[in-house]
């Protein structure tokens, strides 16, 4: 009778303890997870616009934190292969040992840590996984399989970190300033701040695919010239007129591309200053976008994720490597001296050298990378600036998008029609180079590849 009592008294314990654990709820975590990239790349976006991250720099937190979600998740993959081995210097990611762990929360945990590793307000990125992982619990998952998914995210994360550590990125702040060419058409600091050279050693930072910075130089851009039979001089005249004669439709695609991440305001002996999305920011909000549209699964959206922020992290190397081997002078400067000493462009000038056009080099990556994935004709509403006061925007395509960037310059007073048009063919080439020598799926997107040689 004493051991019957005491077998009892153990069932007992085991069903009261089991009745305290809260189910696991797979159902619900695969929904909740479907489109929990889209918003850690959105949250990710606010502590970059929040930090002021320059465009490159703000590539560069973008790129290692889709990679790092993504070699989390592709382990369990039967579709898609590891970038391990594909981009530069990257070693295989700690193999998992555990069976319990969810991959898409080992992902966002892997983007949350490298993420928080690269920003300023590791404050904010906290806040945002303390909020997550609070969800998740509330949804139902069991604690086998909440702490094996934690702790191989971390895995994953710290190595994604180590690699991002060493590509030189910590280097080029030991590099000598940059030093303004005093030659006639060269690059000098611009109104209203007239600030320093932003990033003159980004073509030091360690590519991702292509084999180096200077891989794909654009043709050179047109001579300087001051006289008013010049190539030179029709190219700023045209900047000029399209400044001056704006359309309704000029204006409004100049300042829905403008993405210039910190703007300056001078009311009377104060400055303030308004933060906005980056360039980069922008495309990885269409890829957000796009993603949704086709309401893709958490992996799929990985891969788009990772992909477009690879292409626009390489394009960004290349084109800042030709903006200080030229150092062109930039059309206000020029308008100023030798047009109209009175002339402002539509949006402000950056501050670094002209040639080529940065908004036209990762654009054009960005679309290749995106329309090598969904396929042209991806028809869309690019609501990314709504927040910051403009209009939805309609396009029939990635490469629509991109074209309406790059001439968006132009418009806004701050580039040549050459580092529109050079920037763009400039991004197709870093682009189609990634695309061709990185294999990501392993039958469809080998075959889009194929078609593409």
């Known amino acids: 009778m004493r051991r019957i009592t005491e077998f009892s008294a153990f069932i007992f314990i085991i069903v009261i303890f089991s009745s305290c654990q809260t189910p696991h709820n797979q159902e619900a975590l695969d929904d909740y997870f479907q489109s929990q990239l889209n918003i850690w790349n959105k949250n990710l976006t606010n502590v970059i616009i929040d930090d002021i991250f320059t465009p490159p720099v703000a590539s560069r937190i973008y790129a290692y934190a889709n990679i790092a979600a993504y070699e989390a ?23 998992p040992t555990d069976e319990n762990i969810y991959h898409p929360l080992a992902s966002i945990i892997a983007f949350s840590k490298t993420g928080r590793t690269l920003v300023f307000d590791k404050k904010a990125m906290q806040g945002y996984e303390d909020n997550f992982l609070k969800q998740v619990r509330d949804l139902g998952i069991s604690n086998e399989v909440y702490e094996a998914s934690i702790k191989y995210g971390n895995q994953v994360a710290d190595h994604i970190i180590s690699w991002a550590s060493k590509d030189g990125y910590k280097d080029r702040e030991a590099l ?124 799929d ?26 150092s062109l002078i930039r059309p206000e400067t020029y308008i100023n001296k030798y047009l109209d000493k009175e002339w402002r462009p539509l949006l402000q000038t950056p501050a670094f050298p002209e040639y080529t056009s940065g908004h036209s080099v990762i654009s054009r990556a960005a679309a290749e990378s995106l329309t090598y994935i969904l396929g042209d004709n991806f028809a869309f509403l690019d609501s990314t600036e709504v927040e910051f006061g403009l209009p939805i925007r309609e396009f029939d395509s990635f490469y629509d998008a991109s074209d309406e960037a790059a001439i968006s310059r132009m418009y806004g007073g701050i580039h040549y029609l050459p580092a529109c048009v050079n920037g763009v063919e400039q991004g197709k080439n870093v682009a189609e180079f990634i695309l061709k020598n990185i294999q990501l799926k392993k039958e469809a997107i080998s075959e889009l590849k194929n078609q593409m040689q």
């Open 73 to 95: 998740s592709v382990i369990e993959s039967t579709d898609y292969l590891t970038l391990a081995g594909q981009l530069n210097e990257l070693s295989a990611v700690p193999a």
């Open 176 to 299: 000598t300033r940059y030093n303004l060419l005093d030659e006639p058409g060269k690059w000098k600091p611009t109104p209203p701040d007239y600030m320093p050279a932003i990033e003159p050693h980004w073509n030091t930072i360690r590519t991702m695919v292509l084999d180096s910075a200077q891989q794909f130089p654009p043709p050179p851009p047109t001579s300087f010239d001051t006289l008013v039979s010049s190539q030179f001089f029709k190219e700023a005249k045209e900047v000029y007129d399209a400044v001056k004669n704006a359309t309704d439709e000029h204006l409004e695609i100049a300042k829905f591309w403008d993405c210039n991440p910190n703007i300056s305001f001078t009311k009377g002996h104060v400055m303030f200053y308004t933060q906005k999305i980056s360039p980069g920011g922008h495309w990885i909000s269409i890829a957000s976008i796009a993603t949704e549209k086709e309401e893709l699964p958490f992996m």
């Open 301 to 326: 959206r990985s891969a788009v994720f990772a992909l477009t922020a690879i292409c626009l992290y390489d394009a960004f190397i290349s084109c800042w490597d030709e903006k200080f081997r030229s």
